[in-house]
Structure formats: C-alpha cells, structure tokens
Nanobody
Framework: QVQLVESGGGLVQAGDSLRLSCAAS????????MGWFRQAPGKERESVAA????????RYAESVKGRFTISRDNAKNTVYLQMNSLNSGDTAVYYC?????????????????WGQGTVVTVSA
C-alpha cells in the first residue's frame, strides 16, 4: 500500500509560479510511475503530467506544455510539479497518483493510489 501526501497548493495571481510536491511512503518509489491530475469545479478529473519510474519519460497535457514540468527525486520518494505562467484555467484541486508499474501513462484509470489533493487557486 502506498500513501501519497501532496503539498504546495495555495492562492496565487495570474502569471505567478507554484511548485507542488507529493511525498510517497509504503513502497519502492522507483517502481511506480507517478502522475499529477487536477479537477476543477464541475469538471471531470484530467491528467496534467506523468513521469516514469526512472524519470526518463514524461507526458504532458496540451494545455500545460511549456508551462509545467514534472520531476521526481527517487532518493526522497517525492514527485514535483513546477507550474509557471499560471492562469485562471489552472484553478483546481491537484492530485498526485501512483501506478504499480514504472511505465508512464496519462490514463486516469491506470493509477492505483491517490493522494487527498491540494487546492490551487489562480486569481485573474
């Protein structure tokens, strides 16, 4: 069983940057692909970014390409999401998720463990 705890959310202004962190425990971290997802009010949960177990492969949603960067530190059992040039469309609850295999995917249903989420609010 893997436990995931997100942190780093908050209220920022449009154009600002924010870095989310997700600390994992309970498993061999490098065996898990990791993903960041978000859910805005009234909308379905969507993939933001994903990274393979080794960190060598990443995937991004078109809406965040060039602005967000996913990375991981396997020695610290932590995955990060650096978010730059934030806009109001990025306002959502952001979730970290772990997949039992190290291969990257953006498919929500492929992830086995989920954190509780951290709220990101971007004011115009």
């Amino acid at each position: 069983q893997v436990q995931l705890v997100e942190s780093g959310g908050g209220l920022v202004q449009a154009g600002d940057s924010l870095r989310l962190s997700c600390a994992a425990s309970g498993g061999t971290f490098s065996n898990y692909a990791m993903g960041w997802f978000r859910q805005a009010p009234g909308k379905e949960r969507e993939s933001v970014a994903a990274i393979s177990g080794s960190g060598g492969a990443t995937r991004y949603a078109e809406s965040v390409k060039g602005r967000f960067t996913i990375s991981r530190d396997n020695a610290k059992n932590t995955v990060y999401l650096q978010m730059n040039s934030l806009n109001s469309g990025d306002t959502a609850v952001y979730y970290c998720a772990a997949r039992k295999v190290p291969f990257v995917t953006v498919a929500t249903r492929s992830y086995d463990y989920w954190g509780q989420g951290t709220v990101v609010t971007v004011s115009a």
